[in-house]
C-alpha cells in the first residue's frame, strides 16, 4: 500500500491501542445517571484528542442528555464533505460476575481486546480518530473535508442527537456519512451495512390493587398484575414468532429477489450460528423465512425484563400492587415507529384482563432504514475495502438499529456508509465484549483508505 498515512498507523499502531485503553477504562454508561460525568469524561477526552491532531474548533455540543462531540477541517476546497458518525456511551456490565475480566479493565487475550464498549463503539470512534490522526500527520491536510459528530446516547435513543439533526445545522452539511458502529459478516470478510431495523421500546404498567396484599388473605378476589401482565404479553405473538397486534405488518417491503439471492451466498451456516453464537436448543421465529430474513427484514417483539414483585430468596407470600415489563419491537422498512406504537397500545389495552389498570409507556423508538449503495462513496469503500482486506465487499443488512442513520438521511439529504469492524461474536451488549484487535488495525487502514479514494 503507497499510502503514507497507512505507514503511518502502522508505526504507531501500539500507542493507539493504548490510548484507546484509556478511553476504555471510563464507565460511560449512558443509561445509569450515576455515570453521567463518565459520559462527559469520554467526551472531553475525545474533544481534546481531536483539538491535538489538528481540529482547532473541536467542542462539546450540549444537548438534553449527554453531550455531543463535534469537530470540523474544512480546508479541503473543491473535495467532498464527510461527516464521521460513532457513539461514546456504552451498555451496562451486567451480570458482572460473568466477566473473566473487569469491564473497564480493558485486557488482551488471544488477539482481542476484551472491555465493555471495546466494538461497542469506542474502538470504532478511535479507529475514526486514528485515521483522522495518520492522515493529518503524514500529509499535514486531509484528502476530503471532514465533519465529526460522536454522540453519547446511543444506547438510549439518541433524542439529543435527534434534535440536533432535525434542527438542520450548518455544522453537519455534507456529502456523506461514514458510520462506524456495524461489523463484519464475517472474520476477515469485509463488509457493509445498508440496511437497519427500527425500534420502538415501551413499558406495560399493571396495576391492580391499591397495595400490597398477604396471597392467603385476597388470593383468589384480588387481580394479580403478574398474571395479568403474563396473560397480555402471551397474546402479542404467537408460538410461530408471529406478532399478533392487528395491522402491525401492513406496509413491510421485503427485500428484493435480487437481495435475497445475494444473502443465500453469504458464508452462513445455521447450525455453527445456534450452537457458537446463540448457544441454544434450538432456534425459532417464522417458518418460512430464513434466519438473515428473520434478523433483518422481519420486525420482532421481545420482553427485555419483568421488574417488581417479590425476587428475593426465599419466599415472601404477596400481590404486588403493580407489575412492570419492558417490551420492544424491531421495525424494518414500510414500518413507521409512531404508527406501530399506536397499533400496540390500542391492541395492548384491548387485551388488558379484567381488574387491572394497564398503562403503555413509549421510552423511545427509530425509524429503520435501507441505504443506496449505487453511489460513488460506496464505490470508493469497496476499493477501499478490497485494497486492506484483499477480497471483494458483501453487503448485508443488520438486525440491530441506530436512529440517527434514518435522519441522517431525512433531515440532512445525507447518505450513510455503515463501515463497520466489529465481528459476531464479539459479545456486545454481554459479558466478555471484545474487539478483535486485527479488525481494529486494518478499521483505521480502511477508514484512512475510504477517505483517500473519496476524494478521486
Ligand atoms: N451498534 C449497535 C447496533 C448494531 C449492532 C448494528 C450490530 C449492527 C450490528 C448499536 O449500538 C445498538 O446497540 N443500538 C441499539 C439501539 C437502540 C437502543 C435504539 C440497539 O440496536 O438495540
Ligand atoms: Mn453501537
Ligand atoms: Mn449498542
Redesign the pocket.
Known amino acids: 500500500m503507497s499510502s503514507s498515512a497507512v505507514a503511518y498507523a502502522r508505526a504507531n499502531y501500539p500507542r493507539f491501542l493504548d490510548e484507546l485503553k484509556d478511553l476504555l477504562r471510563i464507565p460511560s454508561i449512558s443509561t445509569l445517571p450515576e455515570h453521567k460525568d463518565d459520559c462527559r469524561r469520554a467526551a472531553t477526552v475525545l474533544v481534546d484528542e481531536l483539538k491535538r491532531i489538528g481540529f482547532d474548533q473541536a467542542r462539546l455540543i450540549e444537548t438534553v442528555g449527554h453531550p455531543l462531540v463535534y469537530a470540523e477541517w474544512l480546508k479541503a476546497p473543491g473535495k467532498p464533505t464527510m461527516l464521521l458518525y460513532g ?1 461514546y456511551d456504552v ?1 451496562p456490565t451486567d451480570p458482572d460476575d460473568e466477566w473473566l475480566t473487569r469491564p473497564f479493565e480493558p485486557a488482551e487475550r488471544d488477539g482481542n481486546l476484551y472491555a465493555r464498549g471495546a466494538a ?2 469506542k474502538g470504532q470512534v478511535w479507529a475514526q480518530v486514528k485515521a483522522l490522526e495518520s492522515l493529518m500527520a503524514s500529509g499535514g491536510a486531509l484528502p476530503v473535508n471532514v465533519r465529526v459528530l460522536f454522540e453519547g446516547e ?5 433524542e439529543g442527537i435527534a434534535n440536533f439533526v432535525a434542527s438542520k445545522p450548518p455544522e453537519l452539511k455534507a456529502n456523506v456519512a461514514l458510520v462506524s ?3 463484519l459478516f464475517a472474520p476477515g470478510l469485509p463488509t457493509l ?1 445498508v440496511g ?2 427500527g ?1 420502538i ?1 415501551t413499558e406495560i404498567e399493571v396495576r391492580g390493587a391499591k397495595t400490597d396484599l398477604h396471597s392467603g388473605m385476597y388470593g383468589g378476589a384480588a387481580p394479580n398484575p403478574f398474571v395479568a401482565l403474563a396473560q397480555m404479553l402471551a397474546k402479542l405473538k404467537d408460538e410461530d414468532g408471529h406478532i399478533l397486534i392487528p395491522g402491525f405488518y401492513d406496509g413491510i417491503l421485503p427485500p428484493s429477489p435480487e437481495e435475497l439471492a445475494a444473502w443465500r451466498s453469504l458464508p452462513f451456516d445455521e447450525e455453527s450460528y445456534r450452537l457458537k453464537e446463540v448457544g441454544s436448543r434450538q432456534l425459532v421465529g417464522e417458518s418460512g423465512y430464513s434466519v438473515l430474513e428473520r434478523t433483518w427484514a422481519r420486525p420482532t417483539l421481545d420482553v427485555h425484563g419483568i421488574p417488581g414483585g417479590f425476587t428475593g430468596a426465599g419466599a415472601k407470600t404477596v400481590i404486588p400492587a403493580r407489575a412492570l415489563a419492558k417490551v420492544s419491537m424491531r421495525l424494518v422498512p414500510g414500518m413507521i415507529p409512531a404508527k406501530s406504537f399506536e397499533l400496540y397500545k390500542a391492541y395492548v389495552e384491548k387485551i388488558a384482563p379484567a381488574g387491572v389498570d394497564v398503562e403503555v409507556r413509549l421510552i ?1 423508538s ?1 425509524d429503520p432504514c435501507l441505504i443506496p449503495v449505487n453511489n460513488k462513496y460506496v464505490q470508493a469503500a469497496t476499493r477501499a475495502l478490497h485494497e486492506v482486506w484483499g477480497k471483494d465487499t458483501v453487503f448485508i443488512r ?6 440517527i442513520v434514518g435522519d441522517f438521511d431525512r433531515y440532512l439529504g445525507v447518505p450513510s456508509v455503515m463501515m ?1 469492524f ?1 465481528l459476531p461474536d464479539d459479545n ?2 454481554a459479558p466478555n465484549e471484545k474487539f478483535h484487535l486485527k479488525n481494529f488495525a486494518l478499521g483505521i487502514e480502511s477508514i484512512v483508505r475510504f477517505m483517500e479514494e473519496s476524494a478521486l
Do not use: A, K, N
Open positions: 457513539h451498555q461497542d463503539d446511543e444506547e438510549v435513543g439518541g458502529d456495524t461489523e451495512c437497519l431495523r425500534m421500546y423511545h427509530g443488520s438486525g440491530g438499529s441506530i436512529p463497520g466489529g456486545i451488549h
